[in-house]
């Protein structure tokens, strides 16, 4: 044997040796129940601690490190229940349900809300995943007085929900991303009620929000202001990004969960080749840090050393997951091990709690609203609820698989 045999030899010896002293990657399966049983543990936790405080649900940490809560008018009150139905539909036990329809009684109020477009995330988050898995009458009366109350904050002559009702001087008629999310909960409400006009008002506001609140690069805005008279825009902005013409990071997540539900829910192709796009931003920008766990901002100044945003992975990953099992090319596979990647990151000790610790929440390391110093690298309840959304319609997907 000459020597550049013995080289060739020593190196495939190397390389095989090297293969096989690396440690075997945690089965997906694996990451997933260990994620779902953690988030039960802390759920309960948390819902023991609030269950004498009357009203009350779990928010964030203050800034002296102690449990923030709220009532239902704040908008994320709808989160916290929800996660107890998924934790119910995870593991049916008698105190999970006690639970999950303990709080969200709490938040039967909100019905008859009519200054807020979160309604959507409000009712549809709790009482919706309740109703889906109780089928209980009285949940479904409760999100149809709701969907007539949000009804009233759409403008014909926009086409839109109008979201904020502050800043008049300088906003007309103000639609945030984040409203994408409200239109599943006027899709349900048609169907539960057979008034097509919540469809309607879903399609128009889903085709508003795709021609002007996004870039060249499909990149969304936080903010589109539009003219009452003309119902064309006339400002497009930010409220918790880093710029105007900054990418936030959790807006895009809204973005790309919001348009991959309106085509399961429409089929209209336009939805899906949109959400197509917004997740090859997402998931080929070059500030995308390598555990897929995003900046809170991808434009933000001072990157790699600015806070992290784990509540937009946990809506990135559970729209991608979804988007993976509607897109039907041979990009759904990318979509699918993205988020998988994502799952794994959050579902390790940098970013999952330790049992009894993080005030009880799972998710470390969110980012509410940096530019207003508010919630920043604390945890949040809808960081907690798409987290538990994105394990479960995972596991059901493998399981799918399975059968």
Request: hydrophobic fraction near 35%; include cysteine.
């Given at each position: ?5 013995h ?21 997906i ?6 994620g ?7 759920a ?5 601690e ?27 009150s ?29 938040v ?20 919706g ?10 949940y ?15 403008d ?7 979201s ?12 945030i ?11 349900w ?24 609140h ?30 105007d ?8 997540a ?25 997740a ?17 901002d ?23 997951i979804?988007l ?46 940096f530019?207003?110093?508010s ?7 809808y960081a ?20």
């Amino acid at each position: 044997m000459n020597k550049l045999s013995h080289s060739v030899l020593w190196i495939v010896t190397v390389l095989v040796t090297a293969c096989n002293i690396q440690p075997k990657q945690e089965p997906i399966e694996e990451v997933i129940d260990r994620g779902l049983k953690a988030s039960t543990e802390q759920a309960l936790l948390m819902a023991k601690e609030l269950e004498t405080q009357n009203g009350r649900l779990p928010k964030t940490i203050n800034k002296e490190g102690k449990l923030e809560t709220s009532d239902y008018s704040w908008w994320c009150s709808g989160f916290f229940p929800g996660e107890l139905w998924y934790l119910y539909e995870y593991n049916p036990t008698p105190e999970m349900k006690k639970y999950a329809e303990m709080y969200t009684d709490r938040v039967e109020e909100v019905k008859h809300i009519t200054y807020s477009h979160d309604v959507g995330f409000m009712l549809y988050c709790s009482y919706g995943n309740g109703y889906r898995l109780t089928g209980k009458p009285e949940y479904k009366d409760v999100m149809l007085t709701g969907a007539n109350s949000l009804a009233t904050r759409y403008d014909e002559r926009v086409g839109a929900i109008r979201s904020w009702d502050f800043n008049k001087k300088i906003w007309q008629f103000p639609v945030i991303i984040d409203n994408m999310m409200n239109l599943e909960f006027f899709s349900w409400a048609s169907k539960a009620s057979g008034d097509d006009r919540f469809r309607k008002m879903a399609i128009s506001h889903a085709d508003k929000t795709m021609l002007h609140h996004f870039r060249d690069d499909y990149s969304c805005y936080h903010v589109v202001s539009y003219d009452t008279i003309t119902g064309m825009p006339h400002k497009k902005q930010t409220h918790q990004g880093a710029a105007d013409e900054s990418a936030w990071a959790r807006g895009q997540a809204w973005a790309l969960y919001g348009f991959t539900m309106m085509y399961r829910e429409t089929g209209k192709p336009d939805y899906l080749n949109h959400a197509k796009h917004i997740a090859s931003f997402i998931m080929n920008h070059p500030n995308m840090p390598v555990d897929k766990i995003p900046y809170w901002d991808f434009d933000a100044p001072g990157i790699p050393n600015v806070p992290r945003d784990a509540s937009a992975a946990a809506i990135m990953a559970s729209a991608l997951i979804e988007l993976s099992q509607l897109d039907k090319s041979t990009e759904a596979k990318s979509y699918l091990d993205f988020a998988e990647q994502q799952i794994r990151s959050l579902t390790s000790p940098d970013y999952l709690a330790a049992k009894g610790t993080n005030c009880n929440f799972a998710l470390m390391h969110s980012t509410g609203h940096f530019p207003g110093k508010s919630e920043v690298d604390v945890p949040l309840s809808y960081a907690d609820y798409y987290y538990v959304e994105a394990l479960m319609r995972l596991r059901n997907q493998l399981k799918n698989k399975s059968l």
